[in-house]
Nanobody, 118 residues
Framework: QVQLVESGGGLVQAGGSLRLSCAASISRHTFISYAMGWFRQAPGKEREFVARINWSGGNTYYTNSVKGRFSISRDNTNNTVILQMNSLKPEDTAVYYC?????????WGQGTQVTVSS
């Protein structure tokens, strides 16, 4: 069973930074098998892809709107994924979800709220 717990959300002014963390309850041997990612869902909008990182951390992918501002990384020793968010904008306001993917099966965390004030 895979359990994902996000933390680090909160209220920040535009231009500020937040660091989201996702702790995965997966055996260390298995964690490296998973691609990890972040999605977000703003009020009244569909859930959208934000960022993804492969098992080694050598490949990362971002949606265009966050490129150059957000950075995803992983710590395979501590089963953790980080989303560093800089230069935040009000349109980044959303619930952010951590995901773990293996063999086309996605696991989701409960989400953490990020609110960016103008």
């Amino acid at each position: 069973q895979v359990q994902l717990v996000e933390s680090g959300g909160g209220l920040v002014q535009a231009g500020g930074s937040l660091r989201l963390s996702c702790a995965a309850s997966i055996s260390r041997h298995t964690f490296i098998s998973y691609a990890m990612g972040w999605f977000r869902q703003a009020p009244g909008k569909e859930r959208e892809f934000v960022a993804r990182i492969n098992w080694s951390g050598g490949n990362t992918y971002y949606t265009n709107s966050v490129k150059g501002r957000f950075s995803i990384s992983r710590d395979n020793t501590n089963n953790t994924v980080i989303l560093q968010m800089n230069s935040l904008k009000p349109e980044d306001t959303a619930v952010y979800y951590c995901t773990a993917t293996l063999n086309a099966i996605d696991y989701w965390g409960q989400g953490t709220q990020v609110t960016v004030s103008s």
